[in-house]
């Protein structure tokens, strides 16, 4: 199905399931990252950057907006929208310029980039609760199903 939801019992589970992803991913591909400060949207992506060969820290972009991870397939840009005062910074950071059909996009604090933020293929929104996280997958495109398909299944 295009939504799927699952329980994240601890950050095992929340890397494991970023290293889930790493394996079905490719370009393009964006992904949205929902959730409260210390959900987990970082530790998601730190799962799927350890996997796809990544080895040094992943550190949140808060300060600079975005990192980018280079591999032999695709880079990746991993944006982190919280510090936006409004969704123009999107354009004048020219951050448009990262969004290419050979690369990866993950996108924490996606709603502050209103209308300027590149639409997902894919949205996580992770909610904390008193059994870790649960986290529902919303595949908004073809590209996005076929990819959630291949994760969940
Ligand atoms: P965000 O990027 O959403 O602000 P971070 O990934 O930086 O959140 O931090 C998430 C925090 O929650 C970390 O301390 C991490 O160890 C913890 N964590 C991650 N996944 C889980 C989980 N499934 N259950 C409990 N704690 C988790
Ligand atoms: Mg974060």
Do not use: C
């Amino acid at each position: 199905s295009h939504i799927q939801e699952t329980v994240l019992a601890d950050e095992n589970d929340t890397l494991h399931l970023g290293s889930r992803f790493a394996q079905h991913i490719s370009p393009p591909l964006i992904i949205w990252l929902e959730g409260d400060l210390g959900a987990g949207k970082t530790t998601f992506t730190r799962g799927l950057l350890n996997a796809l060969g990544h080895q040094g820290a992943v550190k949140s972009p808060t300060y600079n907006i975005v990192e980018t991870y280079s591999f032999n397939q695709f880079d990746l840009h991993h944006f982190d929208l919280y510090r936006f005062q409004s969704p123009e910074e999107w354009l004048d950071a020219g951050l448009d310029e990262l969004i290419t059909s050979d690369s990866v996009v993950l996108i924490e604090w996606p709603q502050l980039g209103g209308d300027l933020a590149p639409p997902a293929d894919i949205i996580l929104n992770i909610r904390i609760n008193e059994n870790g996280r649960t986290v529902r997958m919303i595949a908004l495109t073809a590209t996005g199903k076929h990819t959630l398909n291949k994760i969940t299944e």
